[in-house]
């Protein structure tokens, strides 16, 4: 669905991004306690600090191709497709730091589709030695906010999707407390950890952001 924007504005509607060029500006945002911006090549430390601490959390619910690669290589990974992703304007990938501290986890909007739908996917993952704290909540909604927002900073999507395992009970309840609605299921949707899994899917749109308190 990537393409001319239906809407006929310049820049495929992507908003945030300069007339005429694809692509998504830099994205930083602060909440009480992080600043979420994207990885830079000096972050490799920290994160390969937070993937050693987060593997017992994070397992259970990550490919497992990634469960054996080095920490580098994750790393690049993770360095190209936020890059990449900036570059065709399909995904926003922001490492989240506590202020002046540590990388206390990666929120991101995925598979950016423009034209008609302004859709997202959500993902989110908090390290291990942090989980517990409200970070994840707290990511999720800057996540939302950046979304929903308007340019600059943000970028004025209609829906957020996330899909997540049944047995994810700390992520149903970030998608509980910050909103999402149930959508439905997706029976073997994604293989995760070496299975095909079945996922239950849920959405919030901008008419529905911000939650009221
Ligand atoms: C899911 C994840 C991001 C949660 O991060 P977090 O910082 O601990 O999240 P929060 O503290 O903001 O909120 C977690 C909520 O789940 C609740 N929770 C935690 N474990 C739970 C359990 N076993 N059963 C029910 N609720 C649980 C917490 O009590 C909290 O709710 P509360 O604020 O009402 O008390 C983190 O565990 C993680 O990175 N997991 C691995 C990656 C992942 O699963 N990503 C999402 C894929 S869809």
Do not use: C
């Amino acid at each position: 669905m990537a393409g001319p924007d239906p809407a006929g504005r310049p820049g495929g509607g992507r908003v945030g991004a300069p007339q005429g060029v694809g692509g998504i500006e830099p994205i930083v945002r602060s909440t009480e306690r992080m600043v979420l911006r994207g990885l830079v090549e000096s972050d490799l430390d920290e994160y390969a600090r937070v993937l050693r601490v987060s593997r017992e959390t994070w397992t259970p619910w990550t490919p497992a191709a990634d469960q054996n690669a080095s920490p580098t290589d994750l790393f690049r990974r993770e360095l190209e497709r936020a890059r990449a992703g900036a570059r065709a304007g399909t995904h926003v990938r922001l490492g989240a730091f506590e202020h002046g501290g540590p990388l206390v986890g990666v929120f991101a909007l995925n598979e950016i589709v423009r034209g008609v739908f302004q859709s997202a996917h959500a993902s989110w993952q908090v390290s291990g030695d942090r989980v517990g704290r409200g970070f994840g909540t707290e990511g999720v909604r800057a996540l939302l906010d950046i979304a929903f927002d308007g340019a600059p900073g943000g970028l004025s999507l209609h829906r957020v999707q996330a899909n997540i395992m049944p047995s994810n009970a700390p992520s149903l309840r970030i998608a509980d407390k910050v909103g999402f609605r149930r959508e439905g299921e997706a029976l073997r949707y994604l293989r995760i950890a070496g299975r095909w899994q079945d996922h239950l899917m849920f959405a919030i749109t901008s008419e529905e952001w911000p939650v009221p308190a």
